[in-house]
C-alpha cells in the first residue's frame, strides 16, 4: 500500500453523514481490527478497477468500537471490492439499494 499521511483517528458517534436518497445509497463494510488503515477498493459489478477507495477506519460508538470502511453515496445496483494493491485479495460482492445503507462484513482470517 502506499501511504496518504497520517492515519485518521476514530470517527465519533454521529460524526458521519452520508448523502442517500432517490437511486443513490451508501456501503458499510465491516471488518476486523486488524484491517485498521487498510485500503478496500470498490467497483460497480463488471467494470474495471479504477483505484477508488477508501480507509478502513476505527468507528467509536456507544457501547464501544467497530471497523469499517463507508462508501457513498453510490448508485443503485452490484458492486465488488477488494483490498487495494493486493493481488489476489479476497472480493466481496453487495448490491446497493437507493435511499438504504447496504451492510456487508468482511471475513476474517
Not at 497520517?6 to 458499510?28: E, L, T, Y
Not at 468507528?59 to 471490492?81: H, N, T, V
Amino acid at each position: 500500500m502506499h501511504a496518504h499521511g497520517a492515519q485518521a483517528a476514530p470517527s465519533a458517534p454521529g460524526s458521519v453523514v452520508v448523502d442517500i436518497g432517490g437511486g443513490r445509497g451508501a456501503a458499510v463494510i465491516f471488518t476486523g481490527a486488524d484491517l485498521d488503515g487498510a485500503e478496500i477498493e470498490i467497483r460497480e459489478g463488471g467494470s474495471a478497477w479504477d483505484g477508488t477507495h477508501v480507509g478502513v477506519r476505527e468507528r467509536l460508538l456507544g457501547g464501544g468500537s467497530c471497523w469499517a470502511a463507508l462508501f457513498g453515496p453510490l448508485s443503485e445496483g452490484d458492486y465488488e471490492a477488494r483490498l487495494k494493491d493486493r493481488p489476489g485479495s479476497f472480493v466481496l460482492t453487495f448490491s446497493v439499494v437507493g435511499g438504504k445503507v447496504t451492510k456487508a462484513g468482511w471475513p476474517t482470517p
